[in-house]
């Protein structure tokens, strides 16, 4: 049976096929297993379908620059074959609800290619829905060599956008009484979560997003360091092969250098502010905007930046500037690409209408990312890195954080020790 | 009533109406901006190892053939039509093989075709049926091009149908490519003749029908394989330019040195264009006229 939506690629589509019996040479043998395969773009294949392979399995090939053998370990795939011969048995014989899930998702994603033109549909695609197979070579590589690639990534920017829309709709439509909303925008986070294919980054802050709705309903404090320690604790829990997961450890990180740096960067941007303009407040006050915005970008860029080089061999240069300024248009992005995707299904011609205001959105974002992306020395590609420098950098980085967060207890115990 | 509506727009904050107002204007300069001209344009769109023609003139589009890839027809598209089109007038499948059609079946599930043309030869391939079985669920008119259908797209301009004959070819070295829908667009002084993938059989057979095939430009049949553009067909076209819809790296050797060698000898080394090294390659006309504007 088909075990996941297919993924498509431009001119084939690979498809993770759960085997419950195998034949070889007329002697059928139960079994239980998954096995990717690789088949042709047509006829198309979905979640659910029964189907009869006929073809040779064989163990996922090691490239030089990538280890695909050991990638798709990960995911529990073992062995794939190569185009085999199809034969369709049964279809809709998966689970009901991620059947209906894995339709919606699909079509949503034909509104917006249909309201909106290239690359601008793909890459609402992939912002609003996770579909990123669509999304030209050169843009996806425009967009890690910009350090925006987090733009794409669905992740707790986008459950968070999603969220804040939903509970104010939710408070307009029920008040706050009863805790209505906070039910309605649980239930969201995970159909959300389940829309856009489950990934690492977005069932992290699917649980976060959990843990804090609960935290209000209870009326108890919210704390992000443990929320985002929940949220790991679970998942490897769960499946521990997740921690190889590159977009798993980068969500981590990303998070947790907001969490542990954003604070601090937001003070002494702040500070400096009120030192430079003081008395004039408005001017000020957008001020102010623009450092919490390089604070958050630059929190986020010292936690993750040599993973990226280590596993992408590329280190943008333009990352904050690049991010600063297509960040403004991601909330209007998904607000719009939303009305666009939904409003398909029911009017296309109003989808259109819609469209035209999200085409503006996603071409300022292709501007600033093309932009930046067609800068000389836009970033700096990096030849293979060894391991210890990586590791060096975040236990330093762990320390320094352990230091700032401690200050008076590292002072006092130093005091302490000149005492004596 | 009237009082309230006042009341409530003399408390509306003004500046709410700021990026409504942004948003508006942005787009009418975009759309002024993409307004397209009254000139005729033939685009050869550089999809890689296959053809894609795209005709417009004003706001309808003919797309003649989609190229092998998904992608890369919809970004070309979206290049050449203007971001708030989403309709193509006639989608014209030259043959059924995957390197004209695949690109086409996507640019049915994007965009709202009004009729499709095709040769209607048995063949037999999964992306083949998926895109008749979408031409038929769309409800999109669908008809068989045969030779001597003319199509008249105002001001002057007319696109002849020349090939296949009514009666299609069989036996051939290849049917599916000799019965492939060659095309003759004309205005006023300029000419295009489109030949699709057909071989020499199919040459032959234009020559000797005494078919109007005399043109400006030559798109060369078969991504310039030596299976066709013989001498005879080249001198009875007598193109001016001559334009080859093919892939950087193909396994199949296109074009062939040799026809290339032909088309330079007879035209001039820098009248022969390649989709492979000059992207995609846009003609413009009034019909007096001829531009060409090319990616690279």
Redesign the interface.
Known sequence: MVAEEPDLR??YCLVTFSANEVTISNESEEVSGTVLTRV?????YHYGDVLKLNGELETPPQFEDFDYKGYLAHQGIYSIIYYPKIEILDRGKGSKPLQWIYSLRESLS?SL???L??????LAQGILLGVRS?I?DSLNQAFSRTGTAHLLAISGLHVGIVIGMLLSFGILLFGRRHYIYIWLALVAIWLYALLTGMRPPVIRAAIMGSLFLTAEYLGRQRSAITALAFAAAVMVGIQPQILWSVSFQLSFLAMAGLISFYPYFQTWGRRGIAALFGAREKIAAAANMITDGFAVTLAAIIAVWPLVAYNFNVVSLVGLPATFFSLPALPAIIVTTALVAFAGLFAPIVA?FLG??A??FL?YLLLVVQGFDALPLSSIEVSTVPDWPIWAYYVALTIIIGFINHKEQVAGFFSKLALR | MAGNTVKLWSRFPKKWLIPPLLIAAFLVWSAVSAMPDDKLHISFLDVGQGDAILIQQGSQQILIDGGPDTQKINLELSEKLPFWDRTIELMISTQPQADHITGLVEVLNRYEVKQVLEPGVPYVSSIYQEWLKLVEDKGIKHKLARAGQEIDLGNGIKIEVLNPPTDLFEGTSSDVDNNGVVLRLSTGKISFLLTADIRREAEFELIGQRANLRSTVLKVAHHGSKTSTSAQFLAVVDPEIAVISVGATNPFGHPSPEVVERLKERLGEDKVYLTSQNGTIEFITDGESLWVRIER
Do not use: D, F, K, T
């Open positions: 431009g001119s042709s773009r047509y006829p198309a034909v290619a249909r309201a033109p290239e690359p601008q549909g793909s669509n030209p259109q035209w205001i085409w503006l071409s």
